[in-house]
């Protein structure tokens, strides 16, 4: 069903929006009767992860809090163009994330804004992080929560895949990071960590990156 659907950044426009979630639905609160369970019941990873983001337990050094808050800067700053923002913010995510985020493109030739992969066995890898990038709320003609939510199952519906990712979405003062899991169809809650840009970048992105992220 999932490759009968529209690209994502197609799929996610309001003007098809509508029709793709009445025809190939995901699970993302939109509308409200397409929601699924709490995501953290479908694996205990995602409660370790939020646990872990609400834990006053965990400590940041002085370079954690540099790495955030020149984060919060560049992401507050003024871009003419979307690829010009992922310039300066991307190489600051794979700092905060202490991850290497590239772009990959499906077979079909969609693909999302970056993405993290992680071994899966000796010779495989795995979908562990994607992400979507628009210049500012209200640019590129859709909201990246929902164009992240059809591209993982874009990337879901792809003959082979590995595990499920966490999701980051971002427009200029607005951070979000949530997760996916994919059942019968694509399970992408509206919500499941703290989604300002201020509560989100200081609490999960200083400090270690748990185990979670790698699980």
Same mark, same amino acid.
Request: charged letters at 20%.
């Given at each position: 069903?999932?490759?009968?659907?529209?690209? %994502?950044?197609?799929?996610?426009? *309001?003007?098809?929006?509508?029709?793709?979630?009445?025809?190939? %639905?995901?699970?993302?609160?939109? !509308?409200? #009767?397409?929601?699924?369970? %709490?995501?953290?019941?479908?694996h205990p990873v995602f409660s370790a992860f939020d646990e872990f983001v609400h834990s006053t337990d965990v400590t940041a050094d002085a370079n954690d809090y540099?790495?955030? /808050?020149?984060?919060?800067?560049?992401?507050?700053?003024? #871009?003419?163009?979307?690829?010009?923002?992922?310039?300066?913010?991307?190489?600051?995510?794979?700092?905060?994330?202490?991850?290497a985020l590239v772009r990959i493109v499906n077979a079909n030739g969609t693909g999302s804004d970056s993405c993290h992969l992680t071994k899966c066995g000796k #010779?495989?890898?795995?979908?562990?992080?994607?992400?979507?990038?628009?210049?500012?709320?209200?640019?590129?003609?859709?909201? !990246?929560? *929902?164009?992240?939510? $059809? +591209?993982?199952?874009?990337?879901?519906?792809?003959?082979?895949?590995?595990? !499920?990712?966490? *999701?980051?979405? #971002?427009?200029?003062? /607005? $951070?979000?990071? +949530?997760?996916?899991?994919?059942?019968? /169809?694509?399970?992408? !809650?509206?919500?499941?960590?703290?989604?300002?840009?201020?509560?989100?970048?200081?609490?999960?992105?200083?400090?270690? *990156? %748990?185990?979670?992220?790698?699980?």
């Open positions: 069903m999932a490759k009968l659907a529209m690209s %994502p950044s197609s799929a996610a426009k *309001i003007t098809n929006l509508a029709d793709q979630q009445k025809k190939y %639905p995901v699970l993302n609160g939109r !509308p409200e #009767y397409l929601t699924s369970l %709490p995501i953290q019941l479908y540099a790495i955030a /808050h020149a984060l919060l800067v560049q992401s507050a700053a003024l #871009y003419t163009k979307e690829g010009k923002r992922e310039e300066v913010i991307i190489p600051l995510l794979n700092e905060a994330l202490q991850r #010779y495989l890898k795995a979908l562990a992080f994607l992400e979507e990038t628009k210049n500012e709320i209200g640019a590129g003609g859709c909201d !990246p929560f *929902i164009q992240a939510g $059809f +591209s993982f199952r874009e990337f879901w519906s792809e003959d082979a895949v590995g595990c !499920p990712p966490n *999701i980051c979405h #971002y427009g200029v003062e /607005h $951070f979000r990071l +949530s997760a996916r899991v994919f059942e019968h /169809h694509a399970v992408v !809650p509206p919500s499941c960590l703290p989604s300002q840009v201020h509560g989100c970048v200081s609490s999960a992105l200083s400090g270690p *990156i %748990p185990s979670a992220f790698n699980d």
